[in-house]
């Protein structure tokens, strides 16, 4: 009870001055927006006293909030599964793909050696050159990773960059290669700084095996012997490679995921962080924001009985993710996922009519909020025997 008044005085004090901007959201005295969350824009949706029931302390009850909130904890796990899998399969597969490209350099080599007869330098002298080149990539590989040179250069923030800031907001997923917060420079190797390194390995390999040889062909020879050993290298990690995406596609298909659906963001409504608009005050966590085709796409996931056409409420509370993820990654989704189970899935768009109408929500929550004044909002007495709050209310038909 303390703790309740206590929430609520901190309530009552952020009110204490606030008004109406020219912008249309009420801010406080501090000229910051009064704080609105998703779920607020799904409850005031469902019903006005539903929400202000809940901003006085009077919690949903019944089986179905308890079934629901364990049933999200279920699909979090399984969206949790799939990323780490899926991580997992991209890790192996890169690789695999490094490893077979030494097997087709070390194959080119060996048959140049052996079948060219006019040979424009000895194998020690090309064992030089190799070992030159190797020696000039490891100076450059070593820059590469000391300095930011991404930064220096002035690079735009990418979709992995986008989707990694994402992943850290949710604290939970990792990504499959470089870390989450990755910028390059100051000794952090990525992607291209690995490459450069195997390359070097690469050209190392190549070196010792020609300084070895005697001939061309006892060249040809070692390079092909290497070749081989690559192959049954190759071979084993290519047998991880499918084995770690059959795991993956299982996954994906008990999660309910399009193919070649990314996970950029999973809440577990503890650990993940939240998605903020500033200027709006309004702020949220999406089930799970996923990338198709370069889209970031916020999914809201809804257990319990499938309605015959999606809920009001439920569209209201997706728009409020769409803004949050526009906001979040400064590009425009087409659309958002709203889903009951695996089988009943809709897309809602996001365009201009929506906005404006997540815009009017938002500002009437805030009016409400400093004026009150909150009403039941329509007829239907099985809507109120339905609320997880009818025990509270007084304006209830059932």
């Not at 609520?8 to 704080?35: E, H, I, T, V």
Request: aromatic letters at 10%; charged letters at 25%.
């Amino acid at each position: 009870m303390a703790e309740a008044g206590s929430n609520q005085m901190s309530r009552s004090n952020s009110l204490f001055g606030a008004k109406l901007c020219k912008d249309g959201f009420w801010r406080d005295s501090d000229n910051n927006p009064l704080r609105i969350s998703a779920s607020d824009i799904e409850r005031h949706s469902y019903c006005p006293m539903s929400w202000s029931l809940a901003r006085e302390g009077n919690s949903g009850q019944g089986e179905a909030i308890k079934l629901g909130k364990k049933k999200h904890a279920e699909i979090h796990e399984q969206i949790i599964e799939f990323q780490e899998k899926q991580s997992e399969f991209k890790r192996h597969l890169v690789i695999w793909t490094w490893w077979f490209t030494v097997i087709i350099a070390l194959s080119i080599d060996s048959i140049a050696f052996i079948l060219i007869d006019d040979i424009v330098v000895s194998p020690l002298d090309l064992a030089r050159y190799l070992a030159m080149w190797s020696f000039t990539l490891l100076i450059f590989a070593i820059i590469a990773i000391s300095v930011p040179w991404r930064n220096w250069l002035g690079f735009e923030e990418t979709i992995r960059q986008k989707k990694n800031r994402l992943r850290k907001e949710s604290q939970i997923l990792e990504s499959e290669w470089e870390t989450l917060d990755f910028k390059g420079g100051w000794f952090e190797a990525g992607k291209f700084e690995t490459g450069l390194l195997f390359s070097i390995i690469l050209l190392g390999i190549h070196s010792i095996a020609l300084v070895a040889a005697d001939n061309r062909s006892q060249a040809g020879f070692i390079l092909f012997t290497l070749a081989m050993f690559w192959t049954l290298a190759a071979s084993w990690q290519l047998q991880r490679v499918l084995l770690t995406e059959n795991s993956a596609e299982l996954a994906r298909k008990d999660v309910g995921l399009e193919k070649d659906t990314e996970i950029a963001y999973s809440d577990d409504e503890e650990k993940s962080g939240l998605l903020i608009d500033e200027n709006s005050g309004l702020r949220g966590r999406p089930d799970q924001i996923v990338v198709i085709d370069g889209e970031f796409i916020p999914v809201e996931q809804k257990t319990g009985r499938i309605p015959k056409r999606p809920h009001t409420s439920h569209k209201m509370q997706l728009l409020a993710y769409l803004h949050l993820v526009e906001i979040s990654t400064k590009r425009n989704s087409p659309y958002g996922i709203l889903r009951y189970g695996n089988d009943d899935i809709h897309q809602i768009k996001w365009d201009e009519e929506s906005k404006q109408e997540l815009t009017k929500s938002i500002q009437e929550i805030q009016r409400l909020m400093v004026e009150g004044g909150a009403k039941r909002n329509h007829q239907r007495k099985g809507k109120c025997q339905n609320c997880s709050r009818r025990y509270a209310c007084n304006e209830s038909l059932a």
